[in-house]
């Protein structure tokens, strides 16, 4: 783990209360990569999917997660990225299901070795000083698999469709207690809102994305996305239909209205062909 930031604030005026107490539920935030899995080895496919759940939403809402990542390739994983970075922000986002899945594709077009690595940052509260602050914190998720003409087909349903399957090294928890407080903003930030109360502000247990299931309805949402945006790119496959036929500048508004049409699913495209 790593401490990201810790902002100096000063106190503005006169305040007849700040960092006002709010009970609510206690309890853990599972966060971590669903797919791929660590030593596995996947078949070429014309797009792979790189997911992560967030578990226990409810408590998450407050934690303002971003999750930045990219794929290494290479006998020393120093072949080059497949595709570009990933960032993920949370911050603002509706947690409509539980567990909230994220995603995006890569081109992946050699066999070989590859790593996942993924930082994943959040806020909590920070109580050392006179009024309730916004603590950074992160930690980094790696996940190596392989890629070959032989391997397993990818199929996020059949992959994640077994009971009791276990990968704490894919995730960690976050211990959330029953307290927030109110961040006010200062002449030194205007940033404000609601924090999380920590028991710890590192992970403090173990996390276990693989027990997420992704069902058909899921993946079909998640396909269907995936070939809308394309279908918006510069080169759009042959099948598309001609009213989405698109310039470069409605590719970036196709994805970010994805985005909040799927709701619960976000959604990032992170290299066009």
């Known amino acids: 783990m790593h401490l990201i930031s810790r902002a100096v604030w000063s106190l ?7 960092g006002a107490t709010v009970a609510n539920a206690a309890g ?4 971590g990569v669903v797919f791929p899995r660590i030593n596995e080895t996947y078949a070429l496919t014309d797009w792979f999917p790189v997911v992560f759940a967030v578990q226990n939403t409810e408590l998450a809402k407050n934690l303002r997660f971003s999750i930045s990542s990219f794929v290494r390739s290479g006998p020393d994983l120093n072949g080059g990225l ?6 993920h922000k949370l911050q603002n986002v509706n947690y409509t299901s539980d567990p909230y899945l994220v995603y995006h594709y890569l081109k992946i077009v050699d066999e070989g070795p590859y790593e996942l690595f993924a930082s994943v940052i ?3 509260c920070d109580e050392s000083g006179e009024q309730p602050l916004f603590l950074g914190n992160s930690t980094n998720l790696v996940v190596r ?18 009971e009791g399957q276990s990968c704490p090294k894919q995730g960690f928890g976050l211990n959330v207690t029953d307290q927030t407080r109110e961040v006010s903003p200062t002449l030194d930030s205007r ?4 924090c999380a109360v920590l028991a710890s502000p590192s992970p403090t247990t173990t996390g276990n994305p693989c027990r997420v299931r992704i069902d058909a309805d899921a ?6 996305a995936l ?9 759009p496959p042959s099948d598309c239909p001609k009213e989405n036929a698109a310039s470069h500048q409605l590719v970036v508004a196709g994805v970010a209205s994805l985005a909040t049409a799927f709701g619960a699913i976000g959604f990032l495209l992170s290299s066009f062909m």
């Open 82 to 87: 497949a595709g570009a970075d990933a960032i």
């Open 191 to 194: 940033v404000n809102g609601t």
């Open 219 to 224: 993946d079909a949402s998640m396909s269907a």
């Open 28 to 31: 853990v935030v599972d966060m």
């Open 12 to 18: 503005v005026g006169s305040l007849a209360c700040f």
């Open 227 to 235: 070939r809308t945006a394309l279908c918006k790119g510069l080169n």
């Open 145 to 162: 698999f392989n890629v070959k003409k032989d391997g397993q087909k990818v199929d996020l349903v059949a992959a994640t469709a077994a």
């Open 122 to 124: 959040w806020a909590s």
